[in-house]
């Protein structure tokens, strides 16, 4: 009976610091962490490099399109495994509360990956111009963002859809992902 106390209360003693290991927060310089932010800046260039090419703001060139395209879908797909527990909370700007949603984060993150798989799709076949048929001639509707879905909507085939929506597509799922997940810094 006394053995066994002494014995757990050793085993406590062993397994405290590792039951203490506090919070899911990166330490200082953590390299998942500059991984990531490394990756969205990518991401961000990419869909830029797209934004303007469609918006007459930069000389549109298939290669660069899919270039860009392929950037893009890239990054998109390997965003749910760079946010593992213990990387979250400052000094990142990864919300913490992305560990208590997670099917909602990687719903998010399938989401877009779906988006930019369609669009690395198109720019692969693009042709010399911006043709009409690759523009967007309303407002993006797939049903809305992911979060901002009606209930019920059907979510259209990306596959269908023109380049310019799903480009728009996909900058609403940047946003809804940052409103919830990602801390404003200033
Ligand atoms: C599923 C969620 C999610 C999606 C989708 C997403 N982001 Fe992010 N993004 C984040 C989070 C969380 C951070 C904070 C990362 C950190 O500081 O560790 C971030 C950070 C960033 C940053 C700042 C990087 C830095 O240097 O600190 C940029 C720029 C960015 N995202 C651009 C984009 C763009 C552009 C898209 C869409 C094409 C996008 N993000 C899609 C979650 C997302």
Do not use: W
């Not at 830029?48 to 549109?60: L, N, S, T, V």
């Not at 495994?81 to 509360?97: D, I, K, N, V």
């Not at 010399?128 to 992911?146: E, H, Q, Y």
């Amino acid at each position: 009976m006394r053995v066994r106390v002494v014995v757990a209360a050793a085993m406590l003693a062993l397994a405290g610091p590792l039951i203490l290991a506090p919070s899911s927060a990166a330490g200082p310089g953590d390299p998942v962490v500059a991984a990531r932010q490394a990756s969205m800046k990518e991401m961000a260039a990419a869909a830029r490099a797209i934004a303007e090419m469609f918006d007459r703001k930069r000389a549109y060139e298939p290669a660069a399109f899919k270039q860009a395209a392929d950037t893009l879908n890239a990054r998109a797909g390997a965003l749910i495994g760079e946010f593992p527990h213990g990387t979250l909370g400052a000094p990142s700007a990864a919300m913490p509360e992305i560990d208590d949603a997670r099917p909602e984060f990687e719903a998010l993150a399938r989401h877009i990956g779906r988006l930019a798989d369609a669009l690395a799709a198109k720019a692969g076949n693009a042709p010399a111009a911006i043709t009409a048929d690759m523009r967007m001639t309303g407002p993006p509707m797939d049903g809305g963002s992911l979060l901002g879905k009606r209930p019920g909507a059907a979510e259209a085939d990306p596959a269908k859809m023109p380049a310019e929506h799903l480009l728009h597509l996909i900058l609403q799922d940047c946003t809804s992902c940052h409103s919830k997940f990602r801390r404003k810094t200033e």
